[in-house]
């Protein structure tokens, strides 16, 4: 099924006379025994119907919906070994970035960061590795990885493998196809896609895996709020007409960002709907931008439907690689001559 009929198909009641087409909000901590669900921890039909549309969107055969992008990331490192020996992007999601140093001091993982667009460095770390995490693009500065040669060359020497698929979505790159064990979303971005909302998602092939992610789940109990998976399937029934309305505005910033004269080097990796670019000046006149939009939220996070921006480096978390000058964009679905007129309003204010 392609992406805009899965997003609107999905998740649905059965078809019967009467049933209603929407999932209902299953506010309940506890239920009759003897049926699929015992306690409101381990399962929900409100998130189950989250998750069917998910595995719809990822070609997948199962999804697990969790709490946060963060929450489904933990689970995934939950089920390595102590000591497992690793291998990471070394630019990536910061919240990722920060708690795969702690593991690595902690002595929890052994951490191998590569620079995951450098395949030969990749396939050296992975000799010897159990596990391969890949963020592709990363975030913030757009890097690709060769992602089918990559998981290809892990799956040879056995690795299990997951990918976070936030940036890309489910629209430009389905990494189950690609041979990867787990896709996982923070669905809080394009998948909820209104700012409004926390949550995650890992989505599967393999039954056992499914089982082993559902205990993690139940047992650090990192389990999404009814309303919560709601919103997030409320969210999907559009994602794809937000995605591709978002991902056409990029494209066409582009050009616009790379003739200005107070940009100095922009960043796209060729799909999705975020841009990094730099500006012509220190971190005092790229806040100088990023507070100078009229229209443009400056904030973090991305994938809503309004645009927001932000100078990366204003977190100290945030990888000294990143330039103090980098403002990432998320391009959102507003017309996009508004866009443009605010972006190039808010550089006027520094040349
Ligand atoms: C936001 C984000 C996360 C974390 O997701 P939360 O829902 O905020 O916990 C992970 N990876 C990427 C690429 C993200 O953008």
Same mark, same amino acid.
């Given at each position: 099924? &392609?992406?805009?009929?899965? !997003?609107? #198909?999905?998740?649905?009641?059965? *078809?019967q006379? %009467? +049933?209603?087409?929407?999932?209902?909000?299953?506010?309940?901590?506890?239920?009759?025994?003897?049926?699929?669900?015992?306690?409101?921890?381990?399962?929900?039909?409100?998130?189950?119907?989250?998750?069917?549309?998910?595995?719809?969107?990822?070609?997948?055969?199962?999804?697990?919906?969790?709490?946060?992008?963060?929450?489904?990331?933990?689970?995934?490192?939950?089920?390595?070994?102590?000591?497992?020996?690793?291998?990471?992007?070394?630019?990536?999601?910061?919240?990722?970035?920060?708690?795969?140093?702690?593991?690595?001091?902690?002595?929890?993982?052994?951490? &191998?960061?590569?620079?995951? !667009?450098? #395949?030969?460095?990749?396939?050296? *770390?992975?000799? %010897? +590795?159990?596990?391969?995490?890949?963020?592709?693009?990363?975030?913030?500065?757009?890097e690709?990885?060769?992602?089918?040669l990559?998981?290809?060359?892990?799956?040879?020497?056995?690795?299990?493998?997951?990918?976070?698929?936030?940036f890309?979505?489910?629209?430009?790159?389905?990494?189950?196809?690609?041979?990867?064990?787990?896709?996982?979303?923070?669905?809080?971005?394009?998948?909820?896609?209104?700012?409004d909302?926390?949550?995650?998602?890992?989505?599967?092939?393999?039954?056992?895996?499914?089982?082993?992610?559902?205990?993690?789940?139940?047992?650090?109990?990192?389990?999404?709020?009814?309303?919560?998976?709601?919103?997030?399937?409320?969210?999907?029934?559009?994602?794809?007409?937000?995605?591709?309305?978002?991902?056409?505005?990029?494209?066409?910033?582009?050009?616009?960002?790379?003739?200005?004269?107070?940009?100095?080097?922009?960043r796209?990796?060729?799909?999705?709907?975020?841009?990094?670019?730099?500006?012509?000046?220190?971190?005092?006149l790229?806040?100088?931008?990023?507070?100078?939009?009229?229209?443009?939220?400056?904030?973090?996070?991305?994938?809503?439907?309004?645009?927001?921006?932000?100078?990366?480096?204003?977190?100290?978390?945030?990888?000294?690689?990143?330039?103090?000058?980098l403002?990432?964009?998320?391009?959102?679905?507003?017309?996009?001559?508004?866009?443009?007129?605010?972006?190039?309003?808010?550089?006027?204010?520094?040349?």
């Amino acid at each position: 099924m &392609r992406p805009e009929t899965a !997003a609107i #198909t999905s998740g649905r009641p059965l *078809a019967q006379p %009467g +049933a209603p087409l929407n999932t209902a909000i299953s506010l309940n901590s506890t239920f009759t025994a003897g049926g699929p669900i015992g306690y409101g921890r381990f399962g929900n039909e409100t998130w189950s119907a989250l998750e069917d549309a998910i595995t719809s969107l990822e070609h997948g055969e199962s999804t697990l919906a969790f709490s946060s992008g963060m929450a489904a990331i933990t689970a995934v490192f939950s089920l390595l070994p102590h000591g497992a020996p690793i291998v990471a992007s070394d630019q990536g999601y910061s919240g990722t970035m920060t708690l795969l140093k702690k593991y690595h001091e902690q002595g929890r993982l052994e951490v &191998r960061f590569v620079d995951i !667009a450098n #395949t030969k460095d990749v396939f050296a *770390a992975l000799i %010897g +590795a159990a596990f391969l995490w890949i963020e592709s693009p990363t975030n913030p500065g757009l890097e690709v990885a060769e992602m089918a040669l990559i998981i290809g060359e892990a799956k040879k020497r056995n690795m299990g493998v997951a990918v976070d698929n936030t940036f890309a979505t489910p629209i430009n790159q389905r990494p189950l196809e690609l041979g990867a064990d787990i896709s996982m979303n923070s669905v809080t971005k394009y998948l909820a896609g209104h700012s409004d909302v926390i949550l995650g998602s890992l989505t599967v092939k393999d039954p056992a895996l499914h089982s082993r992610l559902l205990e993690a789940r139940t047992l650090i109990g990192s389990i999404p709020g009814p309303f919560e998976a709601w919103l997030g399937l409320r969210g999907i029934r559009t994602f794809p007409l937000r995605f591709n309305a978002a991902q056409s505005n990029a494209k066409a910033l582009i050009e616009k960002l790379k003739s200005h004269p107070s940009v100095e080097r922009v960043r796209y990796p060729g799909f999705g709907a975020i841009i990094s670019f730099e500006v012509k000046g220190d971190a005092a006149l790229t806040d100088k931008v990023c507070e100078g939009s009229k229209l443009i939220a400056n904030a973090t996070s991305l994938g809503g439907v309004e645009t927001t921006w932000e100078r990366r480096r204003r977190w100290p978390s945030e990888s000294a690689t990143v330039p103090e000058n980098l403002i990432r964009i998320s391009v959102g679905c507003e017309h996009i001559e508004d866009i443009w007129a605010d972006i190039s309003h808010a550089l006027s204010a520094i040349s």
